[in-house]
């Protein structure tokens, strides 16, 4: 069946870099692309940054360019988000999303979630 | 970015009233908006995209409406199982969600 399958959970130290990967199957991985989204305790979801799959290009938030890069490995139908330069208040649940056309114009299906806590 | 605005951020029914959330853009996004169901602990789920295509396998009591810059989600007949949050996401530009809206008994 159709699965986005994150790696565990992290806890990293602020100034710290943490990458989830998200491993897709029973699908055509080029055929999608995959967004990225965060959700901190108590409050809504937030749009991180996107890949295409088929082409590896990209698209982020503002919030979090510079900071953030999503990858994607064909041979693996792995797509992978990298958060550098950790802050408390990227204490977040991360997830991955199945993506049709662009950044979130149709995210069908979402991973279980990694949660990423920064503490000292 | 565009703001999304929802509307209540709660309300409490009961099984089998029918239920209307609504969602403003602080400008026009045509119909590319989408409305989530997310229950605690759990990812969210797409009920409608494209403001009121009804995603595959979703009950049809769940409908979306609207264009531009207004936009609805109804449940018709509200089910045990429709206690959740609903977030509207707007994909016209950068991707941004709303606010979030908490149906409790």
């Known amino acids: 069946q159709v699965q986005l399958v994150q790696s565990g959970a992290e806890v990293k130290k602020p100034g710290a870099s943490v990458k989830v990967s998200c491993k897709a199957s029973g699908y055509s991985f080029t055929n999608y692309g995959i967004s990225w989204v965060r959700q901190a305790p108590g409050q809504g979801p937030e749009w991180m940054g996107w890949i295409s799959a088929y082409n590896g290009n990209t698209d982020y938030a503002q919030k979090v360019q510079g900071r953030v890069t999503v990858t994607s490995d064909t041979s693996t139908s792995t797509a992978y988000m990298e958060l550098r330069s950790l802050r408390f208040d990227d204490t977040a649940v991360y997830y991955c999303?199945?993506?049709?056309?662009?950044?979130?114009?149709?995210?069908?299906?979402w991973g279980q979630g990694t949660m990423v806590t920064v503490s000292s | 970015d565009i703001q999304m605005t929802q509307s209540p951020s709660s309300l409490s029914a009961s099984v089998g009233d029918r239920v209307t959330i609504t969602c403003r853009a602080s400008?026009?996004?045509?119909?590319?908006l989408n409305w989530f169901q997310q229950k605690t602990g759990k990812a969210p789920k797409l009920l409608i995209y494209?403001?009121?295509?009804?995603q595959s396998g979703v009950p049809s009591r769940f409908s979306g409406s609207g264009f531009g810059t207004d936009f609805t989600l109804t449940i018709s007949s509200l089910q045990p199982e429709d206690f959740a949050c609903y977030y509207c996401q707007q994909s016209y530009s950068t991707p941004t969600f709303g606010g979030g809206t908490k149906v409790e008994i």
């Open positions: 400008q026009s996004i045509s119909s590319n």
């Open positions: 999303a199945r993506d049709s056309g662009g950044a979130m114009v149709k995210v069908d299906m």
């Open positions: 494209s403001a009121s295509s009804l």
